[in-house]
C-alpha cells in the first residue's frame, strides 16, 4: 500500500518543521539553528535597537538576543538529559544553537537549505522590513527637516 500523496498540498506558513517525517534527517530552519523561533525573536529586538539613539532603548531590545543564546543554551542541556525533550546525540552533533555556526563548521550542508526556504515568506517579511524602515526614516527625516 503506497501513502504518499501527490499534488499540491498546502502547508502552514509558520511551519518551522525541523526533522524529516522518520526523525533522522534535518531539514529546514533546523539547518540554521536547533531553536529558529529564539534566534528570530532575538534578531529582530537587533534590528528594532538600531532604530533607537538612546542607551536604554538599545539595551532593552537586544535583550532577546541574549535570552536566544542562554535559553537556547539551557534548553539543549535540559534535552541533552531527556528533561521535557530529547536531543538525541546525532542531531546535537551535527546542528548547532547559535546561527549558522553548523554550516560554517561543515557539520550542515547548505545547498539543501535553498531548496527548502519557503522563498515567497522571505521575500514577502523582506520587503515589509523595507517599508517599514524607509517609513521609519521618511518620518525622522521630515522631523529634522532634513
Known amino acids: 500500500n503506497n501513502n504518499k500523496q501527490t499534488g499540491f498540498h498546502a502547508r502552514c506558513p509558520f511551519d518551522f518543521s525541523s526533522v524529516s517525517k522518520d526523525d533522522s534527517v534535518v531539514v529546514g530552519m533546523n539547518r540554521i539553528t536547533r531553536h529558529p523561533m529564539l534566534w528570530s525573536l ?6 528594532v535597537a538600531l532604530l533607537y539613539p538612546y ?3 538599545i539595551v532593552a531590545f537586544s535583550f532577546p538576543i541574549v535570552f536566544a543564546l542562554i535559553g537556547g543554551a539551557h534548553k539543549d542541556y535540559r534535552y541533552r538529559r531527556n528533561w521535557g525533550g530529547y536531543l538525541s546525540p546525532e542531531l546535537d552533533e551535527s546542528t ?3 546561527p549558522f555556526l553548523a554550516i560554517i563548521t561543515g557539520k550542515q550542508p547548505i545547498g539543501p537549505l535553498v531548496h527548502e526556504i519557503k522563498w515567497l515568506n522571505s521575500i514577502i517579511a523582506a520587503l515589509l522590513a523595507l517599508s517599514l524602515c524607509r517609513r521609519r ?3 525622522l527625516l521630515v522631523k529634522n527637516k532634513l
Open 42 to 47: 532575538g534578531i529582530s529586538g537587533i534590528g
Open 55 to 57: 542607551p536604554t532603548q
Open 96 to 98: 548547532s544553537n547559535i
Open 137 to 139: 526614516w521618511r518620518l
